[in-house]
């Protein structure tokens, strides 16, 4: 899959570095609003070996506000535009579910859609398609002011399994490429502590959609029910999920602690390839 300048070929695992430009988000709110600052954190997310940035103008924790189009362009445009113009080097996703803000991010420099609400809003899948540009389509139940209470399931792997099935779809009758989309399980959103894990162990159920998959755990709210960790105490938790998504297969994962994260991703991927070169018992 080509993104931006670059092609990812392989299993990876290839860490998408978070940029949060939000003052309420649940782990980095407030800390990159100053585009100054923002430029400062992608440059250290590609120091540390990131090898795709992750831009977001608009909190999706649960219970998070709505963010205007307007605020949301003002806090995202400036800093794609700016890390463009410095030559920055890794491509850059946008993190939105607004068509009109992902434009005047794709128009400033953006390269991929990263999309909550799986490319369902109005005229989002359609610019996808006219824009020619990879999408990651996640699974997401109601809206962040909501979704708790759509975390029910029978079968929380086959569920979420065939709603991105659907979304799939229906982003592929809008003339978006099945070759540019990644699907995204959604932890954590609409999801219990015990159907995340659930997810993380079902991962290998969701190849069969056909698509390289991206998962996000990090720091997130499972982990804290889990071990009672603080939100700033949860990477030893985070690197434990970044391990097995690895180990499942999953092409995609996206982190804060990205040093961390790639240490705890390679000696992962290296279990994975010995124990495909293994001989039956």
Do not use: W
């Amino acid at each position: 899959m080509r993104i931006g300048a670059r092609v990812f070929e392989g299993p990876g695992p290839f860490l998408v570095g978070i940029l949060n430009l939000t003052p309420d988000s649940f782990s980095d709110g407030g800390r990159f609003l100053r585009p100054e600052d923002a430029v400062d954190r992608a440059n250290a997310l590609l120091r540390e070996g990131a090898d795709l940035l992750d831009v977001g103008g608009e909190s999706t924790r649960p219970g998070a506000p709505l963010v205007p189009a307007g605020e949301e362009l003002r806090r995202v445009v400036p800093v794609i535009e700016r890390l463009r113009s410095d030559g920055y080097a890794l491509p850059i996703s946008v993190d939105t579910s607004k068509a009109e803000v992902a434009r005047a991010a794709l128009d400033a420099g953006a390269d991929l859609v990263n999309d909550v609400n799986g490319l369902a809003g109005p005229g989002m899948a359609e610019l996808v398609a006219e824009k020619g540009v990879p999408a990651v389509i996640m699974h997401r139940r109601g809206t962040p002011g909501d979704m708790r209470a759509h975390a029910t399931y029978r079968n929380v792997v086959s569920e979420v399994a065939e709603e991105l099935s659907a979304l799939l779809e229906r982003a592929v009758r809008a003339g978006v490429g099945k070759e540019r989309v990644v699907l995204d399980p959604g932890i954590g959103f609409a999801k219990t502590a015990e159907q995340s894990i659930a997810l993380l162990a079902g991962l290998g159920k969701l190849r069969s959609l056909g698509c390289p998959l991206l998962v996000g755990p990090s720091r997130k709210s499972f982990i804290g029910e889990l071990t009672r960790a603080a939100v700033g105490d949860r990477l030893p938790g985070t690197l434990a999920a970044v391990a097995a998504c690895v180990l499942a297969g999953a092409e995609f994962v996206r982190v804060h602690d990205v040093a961390a994260a790639l240490q705890a991703a390679r000696i992962a991927a290296a279990i994975r390839e010995a124990a495909g070169r293994s001989p039956p018992p």
